[in-house]
């Protein structure tokens, strides 16, 4: 389930990139085209304002003033030069078109020339604009119009948006995430939890399935262990008082193990067959190393035998098992002189 609300996720990411890139690209155009919009309005209005004084001046022909216009004009925000072309778009008068090729934009300014209103024109170069106006005698107006400024703050503002759009996809992403595992995941693992503690109610042990199996076993096996030491030692503790009572006196070492060949009660007079640092609980190949014995305990354990006898050196060694039906529950070694 887990793994579903992931793939849910991703697929929500991608739906939201695909939306908020559309709806980014947008706004960002929208913005381009209303901060193009007021940079224009702001020399149509210089424009405006001037009109009648250009065309007094045309009317006059009084060519000090309609410099002096020009010039004043061409001091207005965003606007690089301006000129004055006739009907044949001839240079009339101008501040500065030495950056302005006229007749290799001739085009535009046949477009200008013959529209009699105001007209804004877009050039080769995606930064610049031509804004028209017809003046009296059949004069136009021209204005080379700077959009450089606008177009930066149209970069800055798309910058903004895609901002906002990774923020508001993150954001939804998460809460998105939360409550689908707070809605979804967390009462499907409430009832999921549910079932298997009903099966396992409902079902005997020979019902369990195999998975279901080895796990209970894995589980069980340290405690199992345990149990079966203390069934043991509870055996093998009576056997310890029978030895301890009746019979030290005939051995000079007595070993006995449980079925994990682990001493349960050892003494060795001999100092031949345990270590003198041997403890209670160890296992006996951790606690001799004596070959003779080792073999004989393998051996038992190999082939459950009753009873084994083996001489070392001047010592004989009786190894016996204790059984119970037919599984080992432990071994009983006894070391005596050789008679």
Known sequence: MKKNIIFLSFFLLIILSGVFYILTNLLSKNKAK??????????????????PYFNK??????????LTNIENLSKSQNISSCFILDSKNKVLIHNNTNQWNVEKNSQIYTIATTHKTYTVQ???????????????????????????????????????????????????LTLFYFLAK??????????????ERQYLKDHTD??????????????????QKIQRLLQENQSLNKIIEYVQNEHKQNNLA???????????????????????NFKINNHIFESSTNITLINMVSFLNQNLNDKVIEHFQNFTVIAQTIKDNHTLFGIIIKITNIL
């Open 34 to 51: 209303e901060l193009e919009f007021l940079a224009t309005e702001r020399v149509k209005a210089q424009i405006t304002i001037l009109l």
């Open 57 to 66: 001046s045309l009317e006059t022909s009084d060519d000090i003033n309609l």
């Open 122 to 172: 877009k050039t080769s170069n995606p930064e610049i604009l031509l804004i028209s106006q017809s003046l009296a005698f059949n004069h136009t107006l021209c204005c080379i119009v700077s959009i450089k400024k606008t177009l930066e703050n149209a970069n800055y503002w798309q910058i903004k948006y895609f901002t906002i759009a990774i923020s508001s996809t993150i954001l939804i």
């Open 182 to 195: 707070l809605i979804i995941l967390l009462p499907f693992n409430r009832i999921k939890k549910s079932l």
């Open 206 to 223: 020979n019902d369990y399935n195999e998975i279901t199996d080895i796990f209970i076993k894995q589980k069980d096996k340290e405690s």
């Open 254 to 276: 007595l070993i006995i193990l449980n079925s994990f060949k682990q001493i349960v009660y050892a003494y060795d007079d001999t100092k031949i067959f345990l270590k003198e």
